[in-house]
């Protein structure tokens, strides 16, 4: 049972936009920065978002991220099939003794 | 670029012992502090472990805590994990990750530990 909680699964059409949620608490999300993170089968990794809404370098627009109270956001536009994947939402945890809490994962399906 | 190589992961017998390492590239390794970062089969990421950039302060998930060593060598630009008294619940494919702003900004492909007798 992960300490964040989010929707096991989304799905959508190309071209169309998505929402992945992030739910936490008030020792998590609510009082510390979110990352977001894709994984795709077999590839390392990678940032998409960090404190709360910034993207690295590389990461193009249609990505991004916001931050409300005790839940976090990432927002995808203009799908496309490479975007089919899992993603995590990481935060701190101020109740834990430390290093970071993951959420439970949403697998994007691109229809 | 930053680049992160883990290897070590084999198949081992439960109650085993395991080192893994994480070559980095492409970045100052001695100032950053690192991460090994876990995903069991079929399931969600999991922070396992962290080192400062020093190395004098490491940081364990409660589930490794007492059986994983977490160390580093920057002279070598290296990280490494020991691991112990392994469990088929350590079965993982085990990841490097860099530390950056509030986040991991760089990761390495994984390297994947099966414990099975």
């Known amino acids: 049972q992960s300490v964040l909680t989010q929707p096991p699964s989304v799905s959508a059409a190309p071209g169309q936009k998505v929402t992945i949620s992030c739910s936490g608490s008030s020792s998590n999300i609510e009082n510390n920065y979110v990352s977001w993170y894709q994984l795709l089968p077999g590839t390392a990794p990678k940032l998409l978002i960090y404190e709360n809404n910034k993207r690295p370098s590389g990461i193009p627009d249609r990505f991004s991220g916001s931050k409300s109270g005790t839940s976090a956001t990432l927002g995808i536009t203009g799908l496309q099939t490479g975007d089919e994947a899992d993603y995590y939402c990481v935060t701190w945890d101020s109740s834990l003794s430390a290093g970071r809490v993951f959420g439970g994962g949403t697998k994007l399906t691109v229809l | 670029e930053v680049q992160l190589v883990e290897s070590g992961g084999v198949l081992v017998q439960p109650g085993g012992s395991l080192r893994l390492s994480c070559a980095a590239s492409?970045?100052?390794?001695?100032?950053?502090?690192m991460n090994w970062v876990r995903q069991a089969p079929g399931k969600g990421l999991e922070w396992v472990s962290t080192?400062?950039?020093?190395?004098?302060?490491?940081f364990y998930a409660d589930s490794v805590k007492g059986r994983f060593t977490i160390s580093r060598d920057n002279s070598k630009n290296t990280l490494y994990l020991r691991m112990n008294s392994l469990s088929a619940d350590d079965t993982a494919v085990y990841y490097c990750?860099?530390?950056?702003?509030?986040?991991?900004?760089?990761w390495g492909q994984g390297t994947l530990v099966t414990v099975s007798s």
């Open positions: 990750a860099k530390s950056g702003a509030n986040c991991y900004n760089g």
């Open positions: 492409g970045f100052t390794f001695s100032n950053y502090a």
């Open positions: 080192i400062s950039d020093s190395g004098g302060g490491t």
